[in-house]
């Protein structure tokens, strides 16, 4: 490749996968990737065609091997066991996929102990290597579970170490929050918070109850598993990096994590954003598929991936990303009735953008929604509903933190009372900021009066 055009290099992008999830979620997005572009699960593109835009998620070895620029690590041995035990095991090298810990799983936010410094400090270093291969090296994706004692803990240290050392690079977290099941569930997610706020650049904010639903409901499968959830999320990860990663673009829309984050953050204090997939029906199940259907089943609440209602909020940023062999004539068509409909915050800038990626998607063994199609679309926005999910963690976390309950388990890994209260004002803080977004002007007016009067 050349090395003279700086503007020629690919950006580079390192991949970190954290904790079970993170890991998990990791194997499901690079099997995609790698079916994507052609590689075999031993790294080798038998058929090498022209494919330069691949060099922004894979290294291209002196041997001809591809290596994903990805680091995995958990702080105890599970899932980077099975990851290495995979057929996708000869993929990565020994030193991508790290494990700290020997003993059970850490359930309770790693981020103050000697394991999860530990583990961070690993972590760096592989990245470091990870980011000196890139030619022009732009940003990090962050795959984690919140609700993970990995996930929260090493994954807010993590992000913090980032900012600190790659202070010009992007940082782009793709978190799943869990169900709230658990008290420590609910306690590593809002943990988890304060460093998703400030240290990541964008936060797609998905939810397992969601996507569990939608594995349910819409596609009929008993029992869902976690490997069936991250089809979904791995799906929705190739949307959003394929104009990173294809040279087809007709019109591409996030050529770098760059655009990602400025065309969906208009400024800081509201980073989480939210998605939805369409179209998710179960395997051969042959419906219409075509612009308008896409469209409205991406708007429609039970493909968004994290429980909100779109409807009640408003957007600060829209994007659609098409897949296939999409028809402008017709989607514009499609898209023009859809924007009478929707609400966008006064003044917001970033407004609706819609990209498209000729190169139709891809089908993933054992699937489990329909994934052999001409079309998909992708949507993300940035919008003042997912204040609604994030005020039903906050009312869990009260209940339970109202009686303490668990909170003993905390103080073993350094999590003081102060962690908890600074968590959760950094969680209403952020809540009290979207629903300023998606309140009427009227009320807006009253808020910024009563905001003065406190002043
Ligand atoms: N979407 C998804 N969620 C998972 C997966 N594995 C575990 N979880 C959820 O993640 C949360 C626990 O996090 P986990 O990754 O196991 O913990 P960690 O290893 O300590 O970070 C729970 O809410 C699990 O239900 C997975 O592969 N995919
Ligand atoms: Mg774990």
């Not at 953008?353 to 329909?370: H, L, R, S, Y």
């Not at 303490?404 to 890994?413: E, I, K, M």
């Amino acid at each position: 490749m050349s090395r003279c055009n700086h503007k020629e290099l690919q950006p580079g992008v390192v991949s970190v996968h954290l904790g079970q999830a993170g890991i998990q979620m990791g194997q499901s997005v690079w099997e995609l990737l790698c079916l994507e572009h052609w590689i075999t699960p031993d790294g080798r593109k038998p058929n090498p065609m022209k494919d330069e835009k691949s060099e922004s998620f894979f290294d291209t070895r002196t041997t001809g091997l591809r290596k994903p620029r990805a680091v995995f690590a958990d702080t105890d041995s599970y899932a980077i066991n099975r990851l290495r035990a995979g057929p996708y095991k000869n993929l990565f090298d020994s030193h991508q996929m790290l494990r700290s810990g020997l003993g059970g799983a850490n359930k309770i936010f790693a981020g103050n102990t000697g394991t999860g410094a530990k583990t961070v400090s690993s972590l760096l270093e592989s990245i470091r290597r990870q980011v000196e291969r890139c030619d022009r090296f732009e940003g990090f994706m962050i795959y984690q579970a919140t609700g993970g004692g990995t996930g929260s803990g090493v994954g807010s240290l993590l992000l913090e170490n980032l900012v600190r050392d790659y202070r010009k690079s992007r940082r782009v977290a793709v978190s799943v929050a869990p169900e709230g099941q658990t008290a420590q569930d609910v306690y590593n997610h809002v943990l988890s918070i304060p460093s998703l706020r400030e240290n990541a650049d964008v936060n797609f904010y998905l939810e397992n109850k969601a996507l569990n639903d939608i594995c349910s409901t819409r596609l009929g499968v008993a029992k869902p598993t976690h490997g069936n959830v991250n089809q979904i999320i791995a799906q929705l990860m190739g949307s959003l990096t394929s104009g990173i990663r294809r040279v087809t673009d007709s019109r591409p829309v996030y050529q770098d994590l760059t655009e990602i984050c400025m065309s969906l953050i208009p400024m800081r204090d509201v980073n989480f954003a939210l998605s939805s997939y369409a179209p998710l029906d179960r395997p051969r199940v042959s419906r219409t598929n075509n612009e308008d259907t896409l469209t409205k089943s991406a708007f429609d609440p039970t493909s968004l991936l994290a429980k909100c209602n779109l409807d009640t909020g408003k957007y600060l940023s829209i994007c659609l990303m098409y897949r296939g062999n999409v028809d402008m004539r017709r989607l514009n068509g499609s898209i023009r009735p859809l924007m009478r409909g929707i609400k966008f915050v006064e003044g917001a800038s970033l407004g609706f953008k819609v990209g498209i990626n000729q190169a139709p998607p891809t089908e993933m063994p054992d699937a489990i929604f329909e994934q052999k199609l001409t079309k998909s679309c992708a949507m993300f926005c940035n919008s003042s509903a997912v204040a609604e999910p994030l005020g039903r963690t906050m009312q869990q976390f009260d209940a339970l933190y109202r009686r303490r309950t668990s909170v003993s388990n905390y103080a073993a890994q350094n999590v003081e009372a102060t962690d908890f209260q600074e968590a959760r004002e950094g969680l209403a803080r952020l809540i009290s900021y979207y629903n300023q977004c998606g309140a009427d002007e009227e009320e807006e007016e009253e808020e910024d009066e009563g905001l003065r009067s406190r002043m």
